[in-house]
């Protein structure tokens, strides 16, 4: 296999269970097995496993993630084991998006609305390009790598290469740049547009924040410089350079006038089709918008929603798969995919990906039907479960708690239960919900005739049920310096218990999928800090959630079978204690769900593991420590200070030179995305919004 092109770089070498697990792991490479599965418990270390396999591998690797959080959290990772290679982040880039829509029993039509994350943008232009040029790369991407791209083909054949000493008319550059998207302005440059001044043209690339500043003579290039945006140094002087398109859906003058009649004749057809059907409302409607889009496209080669029209563009045939981000990736000589595919967190990623495409095919039935949009806009879609798996190579699933799906579809299941830090999986104690008065305070469960098990009375002292026994067993963890999760079923009963435990004079907060990012992200630091010591949620179980402070975790009402309460959320939150030392879980049940008996056992078998590992190895677990980093603290104060104009340094630099306080803040919005600390550069974006608004007052 080779091994020169990822350069893999750690303080550490591979411990545990990780070096047995690289082992197998590659030896089922080598064998050619198409899938494969890592069991890896929370902390062992999976993400460092999959760095290890890459570097021993040496090809271009997908990395899919479940979420943008999570996929920008792997992605940090990546490039700290990867700093000499190719790491990029690959996700939507809306910021906010409400796709077009028909509802025909109200007559209400949404038109698509959507704000498009300019860095994200960028991000995804450079992944794209590194992946075409490049072959240590390393793409985490969300699922949203299955949705249409524009033709790789058309994208790299319409790069242009650019040289010192090319012989080029300066109107035939830039008509060249017009015709790749780039936008001309005589404003400051951003991502896809250029500005010319004279013999001097400066282009920012979609890809990067750099400038490429070309001097012009009567013969063409006369010098390439490389400049820095911010401060305007040159940092290199590069000999040739590559333009790519500012735009992924790319198409030139022949295809595009191809495309063009073909979209004329499919209109055609469409609208007699409605004619017969005495369709007049919807043959009018689809004329006047196809029609307008044509007009559009043949001027400017561009119309909103051009994806609509890709399968025409790119010349495919109808019902065929679309182009996405994996067309990007290499094949080989035969067309098969040459690169490797890691599905994290698999047990929620393959779901995902497995649904997308019906969702979105009913949506635009509807607006087929109703003369919205012509039926071809149906192939501008995600790929089907089966299309996905036929466009990548060689898959990995890595999860802590796997489907049937990937044990069923693995050649070979590889455990990496041992952590390398010695922590031992939490100790369990399941307790009824319900007030007893002569039931004990502590119970196991034993097995029934129904194999499904039941709560055994093993004292014959008072219970005062779930909340009270949390609330008694809350103060206890928090005396002893540590903090405690519920969790509950519904958010109306995270907010209800939340309030309740400041009554019993427990400092408490709830979060849920209502609260925003920013003040998600501030609650969550303020519990590690300790500003508060019990947070009460619905979903904590978040993959990738990390709070090593966390002795205690309730389980409310656990014997309610369903998502929340099944085997693979259960064993995710107990998870979650894990990284303590003093970490339990309290299950609060009725009864003994086969949910909860596999999770308990699984809990306890990995337990008995890793305590057998420590013993023979003499380690004495600890607590992970990890730096408590609050990413809204100094930005809340910048914020202060530059939209209130209070009399310090932000302030005085905004009063004298505005738009130098707004070129540093951009620098370090864009050295937080270079960082992948995507929740800082969100936060700079909307505090440039202001500065931008204060400014203009």
């Known amino acids: 296999m080779n091994t020169s092109i990822f350069k893999i770089k750690v303080p550490f070498p591979p411990n545990g269970d990780q070096p047995k697990a690289i082992k197998k792991l590659l030896v089922g490479l080598k064998k050619g097995m198409r899938a494969q599965t890592l069991l890896g418990v929370t902390g062992s270390g999976k993400t460092f496993t999959m760095a290890n396999v890459i570097a021993s591998v040496g090809k271009p690797t997908l990395v899919i993630a479940h979420n943008k959080t999570l996929a920008a959290q792997l992605a940090q990772e990546y490039k700290e084991f990867f700093p000499e290679n190719a790491v990029h982040y690959f996700v939507s880039y809306y910021d906010y998006y409400q796709p077009e829509a028909y509802m025909p029993t109200t007559d209400t039509y949404i038109e698509k609305d959507a704000q498009i994350n300019e860095e994200i943008d960028r991000l995804r232009h450079a992944s794209t390009q590194a992946l075409l040029t490049r072959k240590d790369v390393i793409i985490v991407a969300s699922v949203s790598c299955i949705y249409g791209l524009g033709s790789p083909a058309e994208y790299e054949k319409e790069n242009m290469r650019l040289s010192s000493g090319q012989k080029i008319d300066r109107k035939e550059l830039l008509q060249k740049l017009i015709n790749i998207h780039f936008t001309r302005t005589n404003a400051d440059l951003t991502p896809g547009t250029f500005r010319s001044i004279g013999s001097l043209i400066e282009i920012m690339p979609v890809s990067e924040k750099i400038v490429w500043s070309i001097t012009m003579d009567t013969r063409g290039i006369e010098s390439i410089n490389k400049v820095d945006p911010v401060s305007q140094k040159i940092v290199d002087t590069p000999e040739s350079i590559f333009i790519f398109p500012a735009k992924h859906f790319i198409t030139n003058e022949a295809e595009k006038t191809r495309a063009i009649k073909v979209i004329k004749k499919e209109l055609d057809t469409q609208l007699k089709k409605f004619e017969k059907e005495g369709k007049l409302l919807e043959a009018e409607r689809l004329k006047r918008r196809t029609t307008y889009d044509l007009a559009m496209i043949r001027e400017v080669g561009y119309c909103n929603g051009i994806e609509n029209y890709s399968r025409h563009m790119s010349g495919r045939s109808a019902g065929s798969a679309p182009d996405t981000l994996l067309s990007y990736f290499p094949r080989t000589k035969d067309g098969k995919p040459d690169f490797l595919t890691i599905i994290d967190e698999s047990h929620v990623t393959i779901p995902q990906i497995g649904g997308m495409y019906a969702g979105d095919q009913s949506r635009k039935k509807t607006l087929v039907e109703f003369g919205f949009r012509l039926p071809s806009a149906m192939d501008n879609r995600p790929l089907r479960s089966e299309e996905f798996h036929e466009c990548v190579g060689q898959m990995i699933f890595t999860s802590a708690t796997p489907s049937v799906y990937e044990k069923e579809n693995s050649e070979q299941v590889v455990e990496q239960v041992i952590r390398p830090t010695g922590l031992i999986d939490p100790e369990i104690s399941i307790r009824p919900i319900l007030a007893r008065p002569n039931f004990p305070t502590c119970t196991s469960f034993r097995k029934s005739k129904d194999t499904r098990g039941e709560l055994e009375d093993r004292s014959k002292d008072a219970y005062p049920g779930q909340i009270q026994d949390l609330i008694a067993e809350t103060k206890t963890a928090v005396s002893k310096g540590g903090r405690v999760i519920a969790t509950t079923l519904t958010k109306k009963m995270a907010e209800d218990l939340s309030e309740y435990l400041k009554g019993e004079g427990i400092k408490a907060e709830y979060v849920h999928s209502e609260i925003k990012t920013l003040e998600r992200i501030q609650i969550l630091t303020a519990f590690r800090k300790g500003t508060f010591d019990c947070l009460v949620g619905v979903n904590l179980l978040r993959e990738g959630l990390d709070l090593p402070e966390v002795t205690l975790i309730g389980i409310l009402d656990a014997d309610k079978e369903g998502f929340l309460r099944s085997e693979t959320s259960l064993i995710q939150i107990i998870g979650r204690a894990a990284r303590n030392v ?39 677990p600890k607590t992970i420590i990890k730096q408590i980093k609050d990413i809204t603290e100094h930005l809340e104060t910048d914020h202060m200070k530059a939209v209130r104009l209070n009399l310090d340094i932000d302030a005085q630099v905004f009063i004298k030179d505005p738009q130098k306080l707004l070129k540093l803040k951009e620098k370090k919005m864009s050295k937080a995305v270079e960082e992948l600390d995507f929740e800082t550069a969100a936060i700079l974006r909307d505090e440039i919004t202001m500065l931008r608004e204060q400014l203009l007052k």
């Open 582 to 620: 003093e970490g339990r879980v309290i299950l609060y049940a009725e009864k003994i769900t086969g949910s909860i008996e596999r999770a308990v056992s699984e809990t306890n078998r990995r337990r008995a593991i890793q305590v057998a590992y420590n013993n023979e190895h003499g380690i004495t």
